[in-house]
């Protein structure tokens, strides 16, 4: 099995380099929408001017053929996919071969555990981190990193403990962890601290505001995230490659949602 002729449309890591990031969405912000028409779905958030895309866990369920015509979309409309979002099955000895697979397909570089399951001990996080070393030591002889994503679990302390601090502790370098700013904020964690005592592990964030009141309803920009600072931290410190905007919800409809969240990134961020 050899992936390594695989690669993105882009440069992600010149983008990087360049400080000029890819703004993408993540599509679990247009769930409803993608499940009733993804080509349709997928052709209007390129409109907006999203420049990327991350597709969350049901495209595992994808036939190799299907993946080949969403990348044949995703190329004509200029609009790559960096990551994909995956349940465990990707990151076993069973699961590792179709995610790898389809991930070469869509030319994306890192896979993501989106979810790990229900863990309430230390040794439970340990255990996981040793899953996502090894399933990275098998993705890196292919093209691809692992990725982690937190939720709210992974910042509320467990014998005293973040249980992502031990995620980020006991996996390789060069494994991403994918911030998922929302989240972490109505912990009450603080999203630039975290940014930059971990230096080039940030590599993607999920943009996704949160306040008291609203909740994650809210739309970038209308929530208590200090962004300006955690920008400049990412692009920075963290090593950031390309954003994605991600809503779970809000008082708009999903399509009208992802188009204002983008507009105001822009007015924020040019």
């Not at 449309?9 to 769930?31: C, D, F, H, N």
Request: with cysteine; aromatic share 10%.
């Amino acid at each position: 099995m050899e992936f390594l002729a695989a690669a993105p449309l882009g440069a992600a890591s010149l983008a990087a380099a360049t400080k000029q990031i890819p703004i993408g969405l993540e599509l679990y912000s247009v769930r409803h929408d993608l499940a009733k028409d993804l080509p349709g779905t997928v052709e209007a958030v390129a409109k907006m001017g999203y420049q990327c895309v991350e597709f969350f866990a049901p495209y595992y369920q994808w036939t190799p053929a299907y993946a080949r015509q969403v990348r044949e979309q995703l190329d004509r409309l200029r609009m790559p996919c960096y990551s994909t979002h995956n349940n465990k099955v990707s990151f076993t000895p069973q699961g590792i071969g179709k995610a790898m697979e389809l991930n070469h397909i869509l030319g994306t570089r890192f896979i993501v555990l989106a979810w790990p399951g229900n863990i309430t001990t230390l040794d439970g996080w340990k255990e996981l981190a040793e899953m996502l070393n090894k399933a990275n030591d098998t993705m890196k002889r292919h093209g691809f990193h692992a990725g982690y994503h937190n939720h709210d679990a992974e910042w509320k302390p467990v014998d005293g403990t973040k249980p992502m601090q031990v995620i980020a502790n006991n996996t390789e370098k060069s494994i991403m962890l994918q911030l998922d700013v929302g989240t972490c904020v109505a912990a009450g964690s603080d999203p630039v601290a975290w940014v930059k005592s971990h230096p080039g592990r940030i590599r993607s964030m999920h943009l996704k505001d949160w306040s008291p009141k609203g909740g994650y309803t809210v739309l970038f920009g209308e929530g208590v995230t200090p962004w300006r600072r955690l920008i400049a931290a990412a692009k920075s410190v963290g090593g950031a490659e390309y954003f994605l905007i991600e809503q779970e919800g809000s008082r708009y409809p999903e399509l009208k949602t992802a188009r204002l969240c983008l507009q105001n990134y822009h007015k924020m961020f040019g």
